[in-house]
């Protein structure tokens, strides 16, 4: 089964300063990739995925970009940060015949 | 896009039968039901999933009526260690690859 490593565990960034998150998957080759955030006591909001290398799907407008250089890695990234930007970020795998996601562990990002 | 519905919050007690109902008026004909659930600081967990009728594995069931537009999930003999909240999710890869969570269900057992 997948495997899905993301680091760091947490982080902590000043306004204005870029970010980079990375998120690696184990165990299945070109996978369907997706990025989502969680804010506080809120559901997931799909924020990006992939189904490919270099092919990357936006669903919200925002100063965050997403880059798959290589089949099983996906990073998350911002030029400068924004205050909302804060939040819980996931990074899952479509796995297998079945349409089942894995989560890795995610990144607590606090903005302040 | 098939969007969910779910309560926001439900309450048991140890010992009973959970069952948390997710509405999926819009489903496609190739969306499966999949259901997901998320300790604090941690990502969801698969639970169980489904196409039809019922399915039942060592932690969950799922009853899926024949409309399809909407699931049980109802987990046995609940325990402490179930308080988390609980994800529908409804989609398939050949939808355009976008999986929507809706807002869960906080499910809180007390003892």
């Known amino acids: 089964s997948q495997t899905i490593h993301q680091w760091p565990a947490t982080l902590v960034q000043p306004v204005g300063s870029p970010l980079s998150l990375e998120c690696t998957v184990e165990?299945?080759?070109?996978?369907?990739l997706y990025w989502y955030r969680q804010a506080a006591g809120r559901g997931l909001q799909l924020l990006f995925y992939s189904v490919g290398i270099g092919q990357i799907s936006s669903e919200v407008p925002q100063n965050l970009s997403a880059s798959r250089p290589q089949d099983r890695q996906f990073i998350l990234s911002s030029k400068k940060l924004l205050l909302s930007d804060s939040g819980f970020y996931l990074c899952a795998c479509l796995g297998g015949t079945n349409e089942k996601l894995f989560f890795g562990s995610g990144t607590q990002l606090s903005v302040l | 896009l098939a969007k969910t519905t779910q309560p926001i919050s439900m309450d048991s007690y140890e010992g009973q039968e959970v069952n948390i109902t997710c509405s999926h008026n819009?489903?496609?004909?190739?969306?499966?039901i999949t259901w997901y659930q998320q300790f604090p600081s941690q990502g969801p967990r698969f639970i169980i999933q489904?196409?039809?009728t019922k399915v039942t594995n060592e932690v969950a069931s799922l009853f899926i009526p024949a409309d399809r537009k909407s699931s049980t999930l109802s987990l046995p003999r609940v325990s402490l260690s179930d308080t988390a909240v609980y994800y529908c999710?409804?989609?398939?890869?050949?939808?355009?690859?976008?999986?929507?969570f809706g807002s869960g269900t906080k499910l809180n057992v007390k003892p």
């Open positions: 165990g299945t080759s070109n996978p369907n």
């Open positions: 999710l409804v989609g398939t890869r050949n939808n355009f690859n976008k999986f929507y």
């Open positions: 489904g196409y039809k």
């Open positions: 819009n489903i496609a004909t190739n969306d499966y």
